[in-house]
């Protein structure tokens, strides 16, 4: 910028012009000591292939490095489940690693606060509490089966008295559960978007809680426009237009907690169709009258008035599921956020089960009705960790957190996961770890949970990290994936699993390996052993290489034939499970259902600390750096209240104020709250930044699966003190609107 | 008039018929579900600040690419509506006649430049952007150490005072045609992808050389869906959209 | 104008502002060209390497150190085991080769000062230039015959154009700035 600064330092004294020049002197070039000699280009950018653990969809990216900096991330193109895209939680985390408030020095809590420890000191007090902890210690993680939970669980997993858990996204366990009654075995229902033709979105955000994103975008696209001569169409149903239901050609808006009526009032129509048309050949025609007969109640005339539609209207969205074949039906955050989630998504799981029996015979639609090949796999990369499959639950968290409260644990580690923010008030997390003598955080930064931690450990980001996975959510096909370090570790941090394997050697346990690489390494030889379909042409060495290079292993034709299934059977029998049972709320007297949701940017609070997603603005209501509640123009009339004023939500468990942002597209009996926002104690960009929408909530749960219903609060509102000016993106809405949508 | 049309052709249509390369790029609207992966992925692929809570409140955010929402109808009958909003690159573009200095101009291959070195900070061009996607440097960027450790080193980052845009990602064309070069060929229809056109989830943003009437770029910007934002200002964006569409299950 | 009609005060105004644009205007010739007194500019190494030695006596070519130079943006200094690869049989007692071994025993790299240098705002990518066999000394001068180098090039962006103007290379601005 010479000339700029020419303008700018003309009217300066002359003898600075010395001091800016000879600043050059100061300039280094430094040199690597030993050239990399893999080919690498490293002054250029190289990428690494590896996945990304901002949440647990398991995306493939790589990830662009220049002179041992990482640049840029991108999808891994050849990955099946980000298909060589990323979402922006995944760009973020090129920012993260340079984040300056990354912990870099291990702390130990006393009386006047956090005082930072040298790592040997560390390891000697961590050794020295696994000796008297004696077995009596949890493991906490976010749910994923990666290389910590495996070293903790071969350390300690024997010894009575340990309990390992997950904090999992809301969700995802009933996800899991769903269906499960239809056939003779487990599955997490894959509903394949890609090929459909026409799609219902039961309270489906696929954008914003996924599972997967990236990976149910890619699926939108090739569904909406991948085709030649299809445009898929989608209809949304739900409280709230969301992200997704913006993209969806048709909104209803059902009242919570109603889906699953819906859903058996469609199969309803559905099954007489079939019946009268004589399709789908292969069920057998009694199990039709049985359920014909089992679905009489779900008539549209008889549960019309509840859903607030139109009979017709439920018969006109029956009619393309079967004319538009290949359809799906997706259920998501708004079947599984209630007490009746179960039961709607085994509803919805049968209205599939029928889509798939009417398109059998004309369409390349993947097997319906196969166990997931990853649920196998997951299993199996279990079964090669050591870890408890079954761990991931909200069940097990609300034991673990039972058991913390009698004092059943004299130690525990919580490994990158904040519970103490991102569990609901009703759990009482925060006051049961308090109750637990000695609590080690395994943290990248501060944050609430860490805050009440004794001993808090600064651990690698993942992209200075090796680790295994397993896609939580996967399309049809076993994914395995490898986390590679790209860079060597930029701040004084310790892998927070290699830190617990010196701690567990010099407190004399047996330790699975000396390092978390050997673990892992050791991980991919016992997976090998054990997965049938990995490529027994390569020895082990080439397998080694393969991961490296591709990020994990995936068999190399993505198509659902090539994916080792074994055929299961239908249960024909279902009939008992066909029903939807009332939702049920806590504090059902108060007027408005509480409706929290995740946003594309916040994850369940992660991103908060990052500017980049602080500062992109909310895909709906293109809101920056601000907390905001969602609700109809007309409640908020009725409320006496304009955008930017504040509102009073509170229920039994606590209250929050938040400023108004009205909105069209939600019901008028629903405020919608974002989750992620209000934190405490994660860093100057999160903190203060509204209010946590976890503390209205209780701890209800699903009535089948003990899943967390995260939808099923009720609340007050009322006006508050205060304004806020609503940080909109600038833009001159509405001007383009005739030219871009006439059609 | 007639001469102001003539000048508008002659301008508009030369670079097309005369260089190998004319780079276009393709929104589908149909497939854009506003995730705002392609904002985050452009921030990060071109060294763009972040400006902080009360800058934004002055509205002096200075992301590339933005995502216009549109909210139309009334409850229930509501649709939401997302459009990806970046430099058009317009073959006669009203930002490029109103710098003094020459910073903004169109090159060879279709594209609007910003010339950073050049720039000397009047506005004009902001001021004069029927699309509104030129941001001004209101402060020096904010790149503290260790965060400057991401920083790309293809992307000058710029200094407080002057304006900058959507570049088409320059870097990764050249280095798209540097690539192509060293192999001895023409750059081939997806060699080359800006970071918005890499990241998007649902494969809504093409990039390619129009001038190519085999790429992709070129079919969709024929295929009848494709219209130009603003047509009747005369701009020629080599940003095409196409139109989303709706048609409603019920009623 | 008539000066003697001013008042002193005035007058020496006058002449203030007149030394002061002068002032100005010669600071802006340094910004605008460069500090001409630079050109010179021959900082110590942490090694005394020379390369009138290596290149000049013993006829080793720039590109097999500067590896990079063919296959990148960047020539790239090169890495200490390309020195150590060489001087473990070469010369292992001199002084400065025992130096150069201690900086890569201790897997420590060498902090060369920069000698040439481009402002941000300028993109250069040495590997098109090499594959036009442009020659290293078009730009760096004769480093060959130096012991110390020195800064022979300030590359103004006239040295660039008036070479990609008369070989036919884009001028277009885009070429070099983003």
Wanted: neutral net charge; contains cysteine; charged residues 20%.
């Amino acid at each position: 910028m010479d000339r700029r600064s020419f303008l700018k330092l003309s009217g300066v004294a002359a003898s600075a012009g010395a001091v800016g020049a000879c600043s050059r002197a100061s300039q280094k070039v430094i040199p690597f000591v030993e050239t990399p000699n893999d080919g690498a280009n490293p002054v250029d950018g190289d990428w690494y292939a590896t996945t990304c653990r901002e949440c647990n969809a398991g995306c493939g990216i790589i990830v662009r490095t220049v002179n041992g900096r990482v640049k840029k991330i991108e999808g891994n193109a050849m990955h099946p489940v980000s298909r060589g895209k990323a979402c922006a939680r995944g760009q973020a985390a090129a920012q993260t690693v340079y984040h300056p408030e990354r912990l870099t020095s291990p702390m130990l809590k006393g009386a006047g606060g956090f005082e930072a420890i040298g790592w040997d000191k560390a390891v000697d007090i961590l050794s020295q509490r696994f000796t008297e902890a004696e077995g009596k210690l949890f493991f906490l993680n976010n749910g994923a089966n990666d290389a910590a939970s495996g070293i903790v669980s071969a350390i300690f997993g024997k010894m009575d008295g340990f309990v390992s858990a997950g904090n999992q996204e809301p969700g995802f366990e009933t996800l899991r559960a769903g269906g499960k009654d239809l056939a003779s075995f487990p599955r997490m229902p894959f509903p394949d978007l890609d090929h459909a033709q026409f799609a219902i979105l039961f309270g489906a955000d696929i954008f914003e809680s996924g599972p997967s994103p990236v990976f149910w975008g890619g699926a939108f696209g090739e569904c909406r426009r991948g085709r030649a001569s299809v445009r898929g169409r989608l209809v949304y149903a739900g409280p709230r237009l969301s992200a997704t239901a913006a993209v969806c050609d048709l909104w209803l808006p059902i009242p919570p907690g109603r889906l699953g009526v819906l859903t058996l009032s469609v199969a309803q129509v559905v099954v007489d169709i079939i019946i009268t048309r004589k399709l789908a050949s292969s069920i057998p025609r009694n199990a039709l009258g049985r359920w014909s007969n089992a679905l009489r109640e779900y008539e549209p005339e008889k549960v019309a008035a509840q859903l607030e539609m139109m009979p017709e209207h439920i018969r006109k969205l029956a009619l393309p599921f079967v004319d538009e074949s290949p359809s799906v039906a997706i259920a998501g955050a708004d079947v599984t956020g209630h007490a009746n989630g179960v039961a709607a998504l085994d509803a919805v799981e049968f209205l599939n089960m029928l889509s798939y029996e009417i398109g059998r015979e004309k369409l390349r639609i993947h097997e319906r009705l196969t166990p997931e090949p990853n649920d196998d796999l997951k299993r199996r990369i279990a079964g090669a960790l050591g870890v408890d499959h079954e761990a991931q639950g909200f069940s097990r968290l609300a034991d673990l957190v039972g058991g913390m409260e009698q004092g059943n644990f004299s130690m525990g580690i919580i490994h990158h996961t904040n519970p103490v923010f991102d569990t609901p008030s009703g759990l009482k997390f925060k006051e049961a770890m308090a109750k637990v003598g000695f609590t080690v955080a395994v943290s990248n930064f501060m944050d609430e949970t860490a805050a009440e931690a004794t001993l808090v450990l600064p651990d690698h980001h993942w992209l200075e990290a090796w680790s295994v996975q397993t896609p939580d959510f996967v399309p049809g096909v076993p994914v395995f994936n490898l986390q590679q370090p790209v860079i060597r570790p930029f701040f004084d941090t310790r892998s927070g699993a290699d830190i617990i394997l010196a701690a567990a050697t010099a407190a004399k346990l047996k330790t699975p390996a000396a390092t978390t690489e050997a673990f892992v390494k050791g991980t991919i030889k016992r997976f090998r052993a054990e997965m049938h379909g990995a490529p027994v042409y390569l020895d082990d060495n080439a397998f080694n290489r393969h991961l490296l290079r591709n990020g994990g292993w995936w068999p190399e034709q993505i198509e659902t034939e090539a994916a080792p299934v074994p055929s299961g059977t239908v249960l024909w029998e279902y009939r008992d499970k066909l029903k939807a049972p009332e939702p049920e709320f806590d504090g059902a007297e108060n007027p408005f259902y509480l409706h929290p949701f995740q946003t594309v940017h916040m994850g369940r609070g992660q991103g908060a600390n990052s500017g980049w997603l602080q500062e992109a603005p909310d895909p709906i209501t293109t809101l920056m750096w601000q907390f905001w509640v969602e609700m109809n123009p007309a409640t908020a009339a009725k409320l006496g209240v304009v955008e930017g004023d504040m509102v009073k939500i509170s229920s039994a468990h606590g209250s929050i104020t938040a400023p108004v942002f009205p909105y069209k597209g939600i019901r008028p009996d629903v405020v919608a709250v974002p989750i992620g926002y209000g934190h405490t104690n994660y860093g100057k960009l999160a903190n203060g930044r509204g209010e946590n929408v976890m503390t209205l909530l209780g701890a209800k749960r699903d009535t089948v699966s003990g899943a967390l219903a995260w939808r099923s609060q009720k609340v007050k509102v009322e006006k508050a003190e205060g304004r806020t000016k609503m940080l909109r993106n600038a833009h001159p809405e509405g001007e383009y609107k005739g030219e871009v949508f006439q059609l | 008039m007639r001469i102001l049309k003539e000048s508008i052709k002659v301008k508009s249509f030369n670079y097309k018929e005369q260089n190998d390369y004319s780079w276009s790029m393709i929104i589908d609207l149909d497939r854009c579900n506003g995730c705002g992966a392609c904002v985050v992925g452009c921030q990060a692929e071109n060294n763009v600040a972040t400006v902080g809570e009360e800058e934004v409140g002055r509205k002096r955010n200075m992301h590339w690419l933005r995502i216009e929402r549109y909210i139309e109808g009334e409850y229930p009958d509501v649709k939401v509506r997302f459009l990806p909003m970046m430099c058009q690159h317009c073959a006669s573009a009203p930002c490029e006649s109103v710098c003094p200095v020459y910073a903004t101009y169109h090159n060879p291959e279709g594209l609007n430049v910003q010339v950073y070195n050049r720039c000397i900070g009047t506005r004009f061009c902001g001021n004069n952007c029927p699309y509104s996607v030129r941001y001004f440097n209101w402060f020096d960027s904010s790149f503290p150490e260790p965060v400057n450790n991401q920083l790309n080193p293809d992307v000058s980052v710029r200094e407080r005072g002057i304006m900058e845009k959507c570049s088409m990602c320059m870097q990764r064309i050249r280095r798209g045609k540097d690539t192509a070069k060293d192999e001895g060929r023409e750059v081939k229809d997806g060699d080359i992808q800006p970071a918005c056109a890499q990241t998007c989830p649902t494969g809504a943003i093409t990039f390619g050389n129009i001038n190519d009437h085999e790429s992709k770029v070129y079919k969709m910007a024929h295929s009848g869906r494709a219209i130009s934002l603003f047509e009747e200002k005369g701009t020629h964006p080599a940003v095409k959209y196409l139109k989303g569409g709706t048609n409603d299950v019920i009623g | 104008m008539n000066f003697s009609k001013l008042s002193p005060t005035a007058r020496l105004l006058i002449l203030f502002l007149t030394l002061a644009g002068m002032g100005g205007g010669a600071f802006a010739g340094i910004v605008y060209f460069g500090p001409i007194w630079l050109t010179t500019w021959a900082p110590a190494q942490p090694i005394k390497y020379s390369h009138k030695l290596h290149v000049e006596t013993n006829k080793i070519p720039c590109q097999y150190c500067h590896t990079y130079a063919r296959r990148s943006e960047i020539s790239s200094v090169p890495s200490a085991d390309r020195c150590a690869n060489c001087h473990e049989y070469v010369k292992p007692d001199a002084p400065e080769i025992v130096k150069t071994m201690e900086y890569f025993n201790e897997d420590r790299p060498i902090e060369w000062v920069k000698v040439f240098d481009l402002p941000d705002h300028v993109w250069f990518n040495h590997k098109r230039h090499i594959a036009k066999d442009v020659p290293c000394q078009k730009c760096h001068g004769p480093v060959e015959t130096m012991d110390v180098v020195s800064r022979t090039n300030e590359f103004p962006m006239g040295f660039c154009l008036s070479c990609h103007q008369e070989n036919g290379a884009p001028t277009d601005c885009w070429t070099c700035h983003t």
